[in-house]
């Protein structure tokens, strides 16, 4: 298993995020977790490419200072919603590996966590999703807690991920 902590960076990681607290709580408990337990911690990030504010360089493209990275544990870098798009070279790296549970948090629940969880179930992976280890902002046609339920109690379940409580996350990462 690979914990996959997608897009939580410095320019998108606020209090706009639905249940940010609890969010933010459970993805840093999630991190301790898994690296006491030796579990493999690999970080996505989102480039929207130079001259956004929002790329390899720029201070808002970086991890969340509560999320950030050891030094020692592997970064990806995407320009799309899907982490599993050829060019970030996350699904060769995991093919490599033989890894085939990954389980996923990050942001936004309704694009990258979405799309990611999507094309893992697609590329035959076995998809974890964290209750509030996922999130996102409002937007034109949902509020960010419509989303947050619509893709982890009605669209993933059965269909594309096993979504489980915290304290299950917890369990399968001590396993």
Not at 4 to 11: A, E, M, N, S, Y
Not at 131 to 155: K, P, R, V
């Amino acid at each position: 298993m690979v914990l996959l902590v997608v897009d939580t960076q410095k320019g998108i990681v606020d209090e706009r995020l639905y249940a940010f607290e609890k969010f933010v709580s459970n993805i840093k408990e999630l991190i301790r977790t898994a690296r006491e337990q030796g579990i493999e911690v690999v970080y996505v990030q989102h480039d929207d490419g130079p001259g956004t504010g929002f790329s390899i360089g720029d201070d808002e493209f970086e991890v969340y200072s509560g999320f950030a990275p050891l030094l020692t544990e592997k970064r990806f870098v995407k320009t799309v919603c899907s982490a599993f798009k050829k060019e970030s070279g996350l699904l060769e790296y995991l093919t490599e590996k033989d890894e085939k549970d990954v389980m996923v948090c990050g942001i936004m629940t309704d694009f990258c966590i979405n799309a990611t969880v999507e094309a893992g179930f697609e590329h035959g992976l076995h998809m974890i999703v964290p209750a509030y280890a996922n999130s996102t902002q409002d937007n034109e046609y949902m509020t960010g807690e419509q989303s947050y339920h619509y893709y982890n109690e009605f669209l993933w379940p059965d269909r594309y991920a096993d979504c489980v409580p915290m304290d299950k996350a917890l369990e399968l990462l001590k396993k």
